[in-house]
């Protein structure tokens, strides 16, 4: 048996289509109003520019008191982000608040991809690349852009 | 987004001229409001004429002529003109729709039902409130550490602001209290009994929790609010399966558990003392913010006639052949002599300073209950052995059947003669 759709969570899901976030979509499924298909531009004057990166994101039962649950899909080169596709941010674990949203959250990942981390790193072997030779590892994180998160036409 | 400053600069400035103003019909509305709004001289320009008592109101607290604790206002003119309320009741009604999103609570994006008001001056629900503190001390707005007492129900509403809204949006409040309301229960049709996933209670016997999940500390507040009571289960480890609920991740029999006493400590958690009542078996089951939901069904020992009779058809049995058969011999022992039987394992274990029978023990479970049918429960509360072994009392239908359980386990402890103890009593949560 499945509780109704919390007022907050339609809401919330409304307002992502009727006022969008530029460079980020957020489309629920048919059959799970919890389960969103993202999309995320990667920033303007960062490596990532160009790239669109797929991102799936859950809305936990007891969300908003537990922070959403997101992942990339797309393969992408960044210090705070491991080969799962699995986010290293603080505001999707300690300092998520109730008061956050997922409108909020994607723009904070948006915000990772302009400024990687690398003293806070999730991925070691990216991390210590971008600590050792930042040329290099910008260049390895255009070329997965280019790979691997092109728009598809 | 406008604000009501703007809403009122706008009409200053708009020279209200609507010729023919209809006669107004809904003249109550006017009345509440702003009959209650008059006490000073109004003798500034913005005198009430046309533009309405409302915006003459606001022109004078402008103006610094309105002391803010003065509640009502006495305006010179007597009768108010059909162009005054009409003037009026459309302000007031652009008012309402300016300064509804602002009483959004933002965290359920309801309009605020009780608004609790923190030291660093944010406002949510008073429900949602207390759901934040069960997950963090921080305010969810400004992340400061709350300065809220850890019972929020001794945190009173804002009253301000619970005013304002009962005089805008009246039915709104009425109709998000009665839907809070029905929420609140944490109930789904018949699935009407909160269950404690955790560990093992016994009938009439005290058992001490400690509260500490955010998803129990809901669960908690809500059995105070309703009966005070809830049903705890054991955890099923090995996701054995549980009749036709199938392999879910409880055992599917447990006790009622009623809450005799609650401390809430500093950081929010809080330790319960409980007493047993009935036991019970989950027919369905469901989840509500995060906990477990049931439909459950009592179950009773069968009468003492029937009793009786189990009695004397075990006890007339011819011996057991062979000699060694424990099993069989504590079939066939009368009842009394198996309550008997225990007991004075008891006072002998007592005699040996047996540690799972020391004072302190004593002290929380009482005792040994002189009853037949609770013995074997009080026993199960003290007596340091697997508590998959003490659940199977629950499944039992006679006090003889559970008799005959512990008479076992004392047979066995005495030809084993160890007995692991862990500490006593547990803390769980």
Same mark, same amino acid.
Request: include cysteine; glycine fraction near 6%; hydrophobic fraction near 35%.
């Given at each position: 048996?499945?509780?109704?759709?919390?007022?907050?969570?339609?809401?919330?899901?409304?307002?992502?289509?009727?006022?969008?976030?530029?460079?980020?979509?957020?489309?629920?499924?048919?059959?799970?109003?919890?389960?969103?298909?993202?999309?995320?531009?990667?920033?303007?004057?960062?490596?990532?520019?160009?790239?669109?990166?797929?991102?799936?994101?859950?809305?936990?039962?007891?969300?908003?008191?537990?922070?959403?649950?997101?992942?990339?899909?797309?393969?992408?080169?960044?210090?705070?982000?491991?080969?799962?596709?699995?986010?290293?941010?603080?505001?999707?674990?300690?300092?998520?608040?109730?008061?956050?949203?997922?409108?909020?959250?994607?723009?904070?990942?948006?915000?990772?991809?302009?400024?990687?981390?690398?003293?806070?790193?999730?991925?070691?072997?990216?991390?210590?690349?971008?600590?050792?030779?930042?040329?290099?590892?910008?260049?390895?994180?255009?070329?997965?852009?280019?790979?691997?998160?092109?728009?598809?036409? | 987004?406008?604000?009501?400053?703007?809403?009122?600069?706008?009409?200053?400035?708009?020279?209200?001229?609507?010729?023919?103003?209809?006669?107004?019909?809904?003249?109550?509305?006017?009345?509440?409001?702003?009959?209650?709004?008059?006490?000073?001289?109004?003798?500034?320009?913005?005198?009430?004429?046309?533009?309405?008592?409302?915006?003459?109101?606001?022109?004078?607290? &402008?103006?610094? *002529?309105?002391? $803010?604790?003065? +509640?009502? #206002? %006495?305006?010179?003119?007597?009768?108010?003109? /059909?162009? =005054?309320?009409?003037?009026?009741?459309?302000?007031?009604?652009?008012?309402?729709?300016?300064?509804?999103?602002?009483?959004?609570?933002?965290?359920?994006?309801?309009?605020?039902?009780?608004?609790?008001?923190?030291?660093?001056?944010?406002?949510?629900?008073?429900?949602?409130?207390?759901?934040?503190?069960?997950?963090?001390?921080?305010?969810?707005?400004?992340?400061?550490?709350?300065?809220?007492?850890?019972?929020?129900?001794?945190?009173?509403?804002?009253?301000?602001? &619970?005013?304002? *809204?009962?005089? $805008?949006?009246? +039915?709104? #409040? %009425?109709?998000?209290?009665?839907?809070?309301? /029905?929420? =609140?229960?944490?109930?789904?049709?018949?699935?009407?009994?909160?269950?404690?996933?955790?560990?093992?209670?016994?009938?009439?016997?005290?058992?001490?929790?400690?509260?500490?999940?955010?998803?129990?500390?809901?669960?908690?507040?809500?059995?105070?609010?309703?009966?005070?009571?809830?049903?705890?289960?054991?955890?099923?480890?090995?996701?054995?399966?549980?009749?036709?609920?199938?392999?879910?991740?409880?055992?599917?029999?447990?006790?009622?558990?009623?809450?005799?006493? &609650?401390?809430?400590?500093?950081?929010?958690?809080?330790?319960?003392?409980?007493?047993?009542?009935?036991?019970?078996?989950?027919?369905?089951?469901?989840?509500?913010?995060?906990?477990?939901?049931?439909?459950?069904?009592?179950?009773?020992?069968?009468?003492?006639?029937?009793?009786?009779?189990?009695?004397?058809?075990?006890?007339?049995?011819?011996?057991?052949?062979?000699?060694?058969?424990?099993?069989?011999?504590?079939?066939?022992?009368?009842?009394?002599?198996?309550?008997?039987?225990?007991?004075?394992?008891?006072?002998?274990?007592?005699?040996?300073?047996?540690?799972?029978?020391?004072?302190?023990?004593?002290?929380?479970?009482?005792?040994?209950?002189?009853?037949?049918?609770?013995?074997?429960?009080?026993?199960?509360?003290?007596?340091?052995?697997?508590?998959?072994?003490?659940?199977?009392?629950?499944?039992?239908?006679?006090?003889?059947?559970?008799?005959?359980?512990?008479?076992?386990?004392?047979?066995?402890?005495?030809?084993?003669?160890?007995?692991?103890?862990?500490?006593?009593?547990?803390?769980?949560?």
């Amino acid at each position: 048996m499945t509780a109704p759709l919390p007022k907050r969570i339609i809401k919330e899901t409304e307002r992502l289509q009727t006022e969008p976030v530029p460079g980020i979509s957020a489309q629920p499924h048919d059959d799970n109003a919890r389960y969103f298909d993202v999309t995320v531009q990667g920033p303007d004057g960062s490596c990532y520019e160009g790239g669109v990166f797929n991102l799936e994101l859950f809305l936990p039962d007891d969300y908003p008191m537990t922070p959403p649950r997101i992942r990339f899909l797309t393969r992408i080169y960044h210090p705070n982000i491991d080969r799962l596709g699995r986010i290293c941010l603080d505001v999707l674990k300690n300092n998520w608040s109730p008061a956050l949203q997922i409108r909020t959250i994607l723009l904070s990942i948006q915000a990772l991809l302009g400024a990687p981390n690398p003293e806070d790193p999730l991925n070691e072997a990216v991390a210590k690349q971008w600590k050792d030779n930042q040329a290099e590892a910008i260049k390895n994180a255009r070329e997965w852009t280019k790979l691997y998160a092109q728009p598809k036409e | 987004m406008e604000t009501i400053a703007e809403v009122f600069t706008r009409y200053e400035t708009v020279v209200t001229h609507k010729s023919g103003a209809q006669e107004d019909t809904d003249v109550e509305m006017e009345d509440s409001v702003l009959g209650e709004v008059l006490n000073e001289k109004i003798d500034a320009e913005g005198s009430s004429t046309e533009r309405g008592r409302l915006l003459a109101a606001y022109i004078l607290a &402008v103006q610094g *002529q309105l002391s $803010l604790d003065s +509640d009502t #206002i %006495k305006f010179d003119s007597g009768m108010t003109t /059909a162009a =005054e309320r009409t003037a009026d009741l459309t302000m007031l009604h652009d008012i309402s729709d300016t300064a509804l999103p602002q009483v959004d609570c933002q965290v359920c994006y309801n309009i605020m039902l009780d608004p609790v008001t923190t030291f660093c001056g944010h406002t949510l629900c008073r429900v949602c409130m207390s759901r934040v503190l069960d997950h963090s001390l921080h305010c969810p707005i400004c992340r400061r550490v709350l300065a809220l007492p850890p019972r929020i129900e001794e945190h009173p509403n804002n009253k301000t602001l &619970v005013d304002i *809204q009962n005089t $805008l949006w009246p +039915d709104m #409040i %009425k109709a998000r209290r009665e839907t809070v309301a /029905a929420e =609140e229960v944490g109930e789904q049709g018949d699935l009407n009994t909160a269950l404690f996933v955790c560990t093992l209670g016994f009938p009439e016997q005290t058992t001490f929790l400690r509260i500490f999940e955010p998803r129990y500390r809901l669960m908690l507040r809500r059995c105070l609010e309703a009966n005070r009571e809830f049903g705890i289960l054991m955890y099923n480890r090995y996701s054995e399966p549980q009749g036709d609920l199938g392999p879910v991740h409880f055992y599917q029999i447990g006790t009622m558990l009623r809450i005799i006493r &609650v401390q809430v400590l500093a950081d929010g958690t809080s330790l319960i003392e409980t007493k047993g009542s009935e036991r019970f078996r989950v027919k369905a089951h469901g989840l509500v913010d995060g906990y477990a939901i049931g439909n459950v069904e009592p179950i009773h020992d069968v009468n003492l006639a029937e009793e009786e009779r189990i009695e004397a058809a075990e006890t007339g049995l011819p011996p057991p052949t062979d000699e060694n058969d424990v099993l069989g011999q504590i079939d066939r022992m009368p009842t009394a002599d198996l309550l008997r039987f225990g007991q004075e394992f008891i006072r002998k274990m007592q005699g040996r300073s047996a540690g799972w029978l020391q004072q302190r023990v004593l002290d929380i479970h009482g005792q040994p209950p002189d009853d037949a049918r609770l013995f074997p429960y009080w026993f199960a509360s003290v007596l340091p052995i697997s508590e998959d072994e003490k659940y199977k009392l629950l499944d039992t239908r006679t006090a003889r059947a559970r008799l005959k359980i512990t008479a076992a386990w004392i047979r066995r402890i005495e030809t084993q003669r160890c007995i692991s103890y862990p500490a006593l009593p547990t803390w769980v949560g």
